[in-house]
């Protein structure tokens, strides 16, 4: 009761505003707004929401609609929409992956063992007698005096590389168990053009990648988007691929090497392994380049319109795939049509503040981020509002489903003073913040915030939290794992209003409100705090 009254007093001096109180205008994020809009964005009749079909026209058009519904003003010029120009490849390799060494070979089966893709615009792309090298993790990071390729000319040679970066193995390394960039898989195919490799093959690990090998299969036996570049491309490896941790074992048996090899790779100072074999395949593409739309909506700020905070959220999905149980539409109803519901129920909310926020607030439904980040990458780099007028991007990404929670989880916790703004519009519901349950899996880099980060504008992007109110410790946590295990990009991520619970999405998505709602009035610009890698290209 004590505690209670000091967080009164503390509210009359100004110092932390009571639990419970907030705006009047967050009563218009409700559990009917959101269900609404769920329903519609997962809905069969939107074909899993992929760019480039069916799915893209009905759910830009519903987002537009509902932007403009709510008075907000054209994004872009007098369009809600901004073209984002794509190319489509859709990769089939046109045999089994065949490795040949001294002692034989091993024949890998497209998706039971490996996968492979290319980014070259081009009908057909082949890997011929390319020498496999070893490369650790294929990281070159200076600053943590490690560099996988030195000495290693890799140029017509395909690279082997690990998922993850070595903090994953040793605490004392890079970040320790929080993944850097360098972990993340598309760093790996980026290095590995850079090196002048021909290819590049990671070696997928569950616990290292955060999802198991069935995640990998259904996102790469699809087309996959890429943004068009005046070389088509033509600067990446000619082929990025993964293989099984057990066709990895094999691959290390027939080059007459230990397994073990894995692990070695992970200590300080490990050279790269020559491995004395040799891979071909062709890969045969289908390629259709269009445009491909974000879709943008402002609320004009009332005394400094030329600043702005954003509100993201990716409303693709993978649309139709491969079929499981008969099922073959892949509805994206957590991810992300539960973001995007999110996003039309904070700029409903928005409209009804008064008097009005004195930055501009942009609500952004962005394209391709199942497919790289892409929609975000576009906008960061052809923005409405300049970097520096940019105070915070807000991302809204994989809401909560299933239930209120007395905590919140803000990814990448420690990167900037956005910590700060979650913990303080938090206690107001009598919530606490932590950091993810898992910062090996790398989140912070895998939605899209991350691209405005690398332009320097501070990312927030919080999760569900992990302690459920009225359930055991443990409740939260299954939850989110049987997701992840069983529904995460497949067919069965769909909306049921029988078993969802809101009440946890409507509070998450109240204190991101309140976190906007501050920065909207303020005159200062949250800062990048010591450490974070992004601190410098803010200055």
């Not at 899993?48 to 509902?66: C, H, L, Q, V, W």
């Not at 792309?125 to 890799?154: C, H, M, Q, R």
């Amino acid at each position: 009761m004590r505690k209670f009254s000091l967080l009164l007093l503390a509210a009359s001096l100004g110092q932390l505003p009571a639990i419970g109180q907030e705006n009047p205008a967050a009563g218009a994020i409700n559990a009917d707004v959101l269900s609404r809009h769920i329903s519609v964005l997962a809905s069969d009749a939107f074909e899993g929401r992929k760019p480039f079909t069916r799915g893209e026209d009905s759910s830009i058009n519903y987002i537009a609609a509902r932007l403009k519904a709510l008075g907000l003003k054209p994004g872009n010029g007098n369009s809600y929409f901004q073209e984002v120009p794509m190319v489509n490849i859709f990769s089939q390799p046109a045999s089994d992956l065949v490795i040949k060494g001294a002692k034989g070979a091993i024949n890998l089966k497209y998706l039971e063992d490996y996968v492979a893709a290319t980014r070259r615009v081009q009908n057909q792309v082949t890997l011929s007698n390319s020498e496999l090298v070893f490369a650790g993790y294929g990281i070159v990071a200076p600053e943590y005096n490690w560099n996988d390729y030195k000495g290693l000319n890799v140029k017509g040679k395909t690279v082997v590389v690990m998922v993850n970066d070595p903090g994953f193995a040793d605490s004392t390394l890079f970040k320790g168990r929080t993944m850097t960039y360098y972990g993340r898989w598309t760093y790996k195919f980026e290095e590995a053009s850079r090196q002048g490799a021909t290819g590049c093959i990671i070696i997928h690990e569950t616990a290292a990648a955060s999802y198991p090998w069935k995640v990998v299969r259904s996102s790469w036996s699809n087309s996959k988007l890429h943004l068009q570049t005046a070389d088509n491309n033509m600067s990446r490896t000619i082929l990025e691929g993964w293989i099984s941790q057990e066709s990895a074992v094999k691959l290390f048996e027939l080059a007459g090497l230990s397994p073990d090899l894995m692990r070695q790779a992970k200590n300080k100072g490990f050279k790269p392994v020559d491995l004395h074999l040799q891979t071909s395949l062709v890969i045969n593409n289908t390629i259709k380049k269009s445009t491909s739309h974000n879709v943008l909506g402002i609320l004009p700020g009332t005394k400094r319109p030329q600043e702005c905070v954003v509100y993201s959220a990716h409303w693709d999905h993978f649309g139709i795939g491969e079929s499981i149980n008969g099922d073959s539409i892949y509805n994206g109803a957590v991810d992300n049509a539960s973001g995007t519901a999110g996003l039309i129920a904070l700029a409903t909310a928005f409209t009804k503040v008064q008097p009005g926020p004195e930055r501009s607030l942009l609500f952004l439904a962005v394209t391709g981020e199942e497919q790289g980040l892409l929609g975000s990458e576009y906008y960061a780099s052809h923005p409405v509002f300049a970097p520096a007028k940019t105070v915070a991007d807000i991302n809204l990404d994989v809401m909560n489903y299933f239930g209120r929670t007395k905590d919140v989880t803000v990814i990448g916790k420690g990167q900037s003073e956005l910590d700060e703004y979650v913990q303080r519009s938090a206690a107001k519901q009598g919530r606490v913040t932590i950091p993810e349950d898992h910062p090996e899996g790398g989140w912070f880099f895998r939605s899209d915030h991350f691209n405005f980060a690398k332009k320097g504008v501070p990312g927030l992007y919080i999760g569900p939290g992990t302690s459920a109110i009225g359930k055991d410790p443990n409740w939260a946590k299954e939850q989110i794992a049987t997701y992840n295990r069983e529904r995460y990009h497949s067919p069965k991520d769909e909306f049921d209003p029988n078993t969802w619970k809101l009440d946890g999405m409507i509070e998450d998505l109240k204190l991101v409100f309140d976190v906007g709602l501050s920065l909207s009035n303020e005159s200062t610009f949250p800062k990048w705090k010591e450490g974070s890698e992004f601190k410098g290209i803010r200055k």
